[in-house]
Nanobody
């Protein structure tokens, strides 16, 4: 069993910052790509940012320059630093990890989500 647990969401005013964390635990052989997606009222779930195990990252155009994804491989944890937040960033943020539980057994695992609300 693998669990991903997010934390760090909350209510913030426009222009403010939040830092999300997501820790993977359980029967983990290796953690490969990790990332954050969000579900907003206006859109389907969209990828916000992702990072490979060696630190290469990608971002959605809408968050480029404002959000930074990072990870601590020793802790199986991924972070999302969100600065200059806008009301349209409001939504439920989900962590995802490509995690191997054995040498040839990798699957995608999701956290249960954390709410981010940005007030105008």
């Amino acid at each position: 069993q693998v669990q991903l647990v997010e934390s760090g969401g909350g209510l913030v005013q426009a222009g403010g910052s939040l830092r999300l964390s997501c820790a993977a635990s359980g029967s983990i052989f290796s953690v490969n790509d990790m990332g954050w997606s969000r579900q907003t009222p206006a859109k389907q779930r969209e990828l916000v940012a992702a990072i490979t195990s060696d630190g290469s990252s990608i971002y959605a155009d809408s968050v480029m320059g404002r959000f930074t994804i990072s990870r601590d491989n020793a802790k199986n944890t991924v972070y999302l630093q969100m600065n200059s937040l806008k009301p349209e960033d409001t939504g439920v943020y989900y962590c995802k990890g490509a995690i191997a539980t054995g040498q040839n057994d990798e699957g995608d695992y999701w956290g249960s989500g954390t709410q981010v609300t940005v007030s105008s």
